[in-house]
């Protein structure tokens, strides 16, 4: 851990300008309202079909779902969540950083979630500030941990995906076949980047010396590796929990259905969307014969875990507040 004040030195990156904002700003409006439009147009055809209004046809859905042991199993899937996902976030810090207790993460991880409601990445930055104050830790150190776990986290929801497309894809939509390429490119990729950080290959090359790069610079094969034995328990729970909250919606779906599907669905759900419309959407594409059942269930399924996680984070923020403030 070093305790050097920080200096902005011209190999950080600039803030984004306005013009770049503004478009990403149009991107992410343009890619809502596409979602919305086609959600709307594929509830209102099955509504149509049975001879309802829209609203009357989503009541009818959502009086249909058992929502008591519904509500059991996410709040303990969601704990469970919130157990590996502290574990993966005090392992990245103990390997690249400073020798971190579990106990004195779990406040900040758990706070996070509040923030993340709105942007996951904001919720990540209020970590390395946390972690700057309790363990004057430099937050471009943080930063670094941070993004690296953002990184390996794609390659980890790839590689599941890849599991599940070479046991079940021929049940799949044929857009799933893109499945091998991806993995293969990411995988050549993965062990370029790896070799880069390492000095391996571009010895010379000074771009790997940004101290945003300092946790992949740092970084071993196995780190990858421990990080994806760690994460992926929450995964495999997250599949065995959706296959059961399906069915408590009234959708008949296997576990070796979902295996390939969850983690795509996850890449949807990580968008910044409203009420994690991307999500959504992609439920309601990959099972087009339960419109109404995979739009109330995604709708609530995800703003579901979201909210909760929050209610976790406010049953640590007083703790957090403490060791931020005495």
């Known amino acids: 851990m070093s305790d050097t ?23 992410f409006l343009g890619i809502t309202a ?17 001879g309802l209004e829209l609203s009357a046809y989503m009541t009818q859905v959502f009086a249909a779902v058992d929502w008591v042991p519904w509500l059991g199993l996410m709040v303990c899937y969601s704990l469970f969540y919130f157990a590996i996902d502290t574990l993966v976030v005090t392992k990245a810090l103990n390997w690249f950083i400073s020798d971190i207790k579990y106990k004195d993460i779990a ?5 996070a ?29 943080v930063g670094s941990v941070m993004i690296f776990i953002m990184f390996c986290e794609v390659f980890y929801l790839l590689v599941w995906a890849t599991i599940g497309y070479s046991v079940g894809g021929e049940s799949l939509p044929a857009e799933f076949a893109l499945i091998p390429y991806l993995a293969s490119g990411a995988a050549i990729f993965l062990v370029l980047w790896i070799a880069y950080f390492r000095g ?18 740092s970084a ?19 599949i065995v929990v959706y296959t059961i909250a399906l069915n408590l919606f009234g959708v008949d779906v296997s576990i070796m259905t979902l295996l390939p599907l969850l983690p795509v669905i996850f890449f949807a759900a990580a968008a910044p969307t409203p009420m994690r419309a ?11 014969e339960n419109e109404g059942q995979l739009a109330a269930f995604g709708f609530v399924q995800h703003n579901f875990f979201i909210l909760f996680n929050a209610a976790i984070g406010l049953l640590f923020w007083r703790r957090a507040q403490k060791d931020l403030f005495g």
């Not at 011209?10 to 990403?24: H, L, Q, R, S």
């Not at 596409?34 to 049975?50: I, K, P, Q, S, V």
């Not at 391996?200 to 610079?217: E, G, K, M, Q, W």
């Open 113 to 141: 979630y509040i923030i993340s409601i709105f942007n996951e990445q904001i919720g990540k930055g209020a970590m390395a500030f946390y972690l700057n104050k309790r363990h004057e830790i430099p937050s471009w150190e």
């Open 107 to 111: 406040p900040v991880r758990a706070s």
């Open 220 to 238: 071993k094969p196995s780190h990858y590796l421990g990080f994806f034995l760690l994460r992926s328990p929450a995964l495999i729970a997250a």
């Open 200 to 217: 391996a290959i571009l010895p010379n090359n000074t771009f790997r010396d940004r101290r945003l790069f300092h946790a992949f610079r």
């Open 278 to 288: 991307g999500a959504i959407t992609f439920w309601v594409f990959l099972f087009p």
């Open 5 to 27: 004040p920080h200096v902005t030195t011209a190999d950080e990156p600039t803030p984004p300008t306005k013009k770049k904002a503004g478009i990403g700003r149009i991107i």
């Open 34 to 50: 596409l979602c919305f439009y086609y959600l709307y147009t594929r509830l209102n055809g099955a509504a149509a079909r049975e």
